[in-house]
């Protein structure tokens, strides 16, 4: 759950759920993935917001980023095997 404030592009670490889509942070992205139902109603209408507050963070961060690039290239993740 995201609880803090969400500091697009700043660490390594962050990941959370809203549902069953997943938000991680990294240094060259945010990725985001799953799936996310806005339903009519206050629930929905949360979600939405935290939704909203992640993109309107990584908007901030890019127009910020005076050195921005027109792409880079990304690094896959190694995936390994689950060990239980």
Do not use: C, H, W
Request: net charge negative.
């Amino acid at each position: 759950m995201m609880n803090k404030a969400f500091l697009a592009y700043e660490n390594e670490s962050d990941s959370f759920m809203i549902q069953d889509l997943t938000v991680e942070n990294r240094l060259d992205r945010v990725s985001i993935y799953g799936t996310l139902d806005i339903t009519r109603d206050r629930v929905g209408l949360n979600d939405a917001l935290k939704l909203k507050r992640i993109i309107d963070a990584s908007i901030d961060a890019l127009k910020r980023d005076k050195n921005l690039p027109d792409k880079i290239e990304t690094i896959a993740t190694d995936s390994v095997e689950n060990p239980f």
